[in-house]
């Protein structure tokens, strides 16, 4: 699954295009490399997803094309927030 529909599926982003434009603009980081928003996502990788207060880190446990809104946590674990 592409990052940016990743992003979206997992609600950390509210809208596809703003996890498009934030891979676009270097804000999303998966293991340590910047990526494009087409770049694909597979359980195991680590995010780093910037935004203008501070950084948030994440893992991918699961990628699923839909889930509902009380199972998008499960996709993923925070590792840190700063």
Same mark, same amino acid.
């Given at each position: 699954? =592409?990052?940016?529909?990743?992003?979206?599926?997992?609600?950390?982003?509210?809208? =596809?295009?703003?996890?498009?434009?934030?891979?676009?603009?270097?804000?999303?980081?998966? /293991?340590?490399?910047?990526?494009?928003?087409?770049?694909?996502?597979?359980?195991?990788?680590?995010?780093?997803?910037?935004? /203008?207060?501070?950084?948030? #880190?994440?893992?991918?446990?699961?990628?699923?094309?839909?889930?509902?809104?009380?199972? #998008?946590?499960?996709?993923?674990?925070?590792?840190?927030?700063?």
């Amino acid at each position: 699954m =592409r990052i940016d529909k990743f992003l979206k599926v997992s609600r950390i982003l509210k809208r =596809r295009s703003l996890a498009a434009e934030a891979a676009s603009g270097g804000r999303v980081k998966i /293991n340590g490399k910047t990526v494009k928003p087409s770049h694909e996502v597979k359980a195991g990788d680590v995010i780093e997803l910037g935004f /203008n207060s501070g950084t948030v #880190a994440f893992r991918v446990l699961d990628v699923k094309e839909t889930v509902r809104k009380e199972q #998008a946590e499960t996709l993923y674990e925070i590792l840190d927030e700063s």
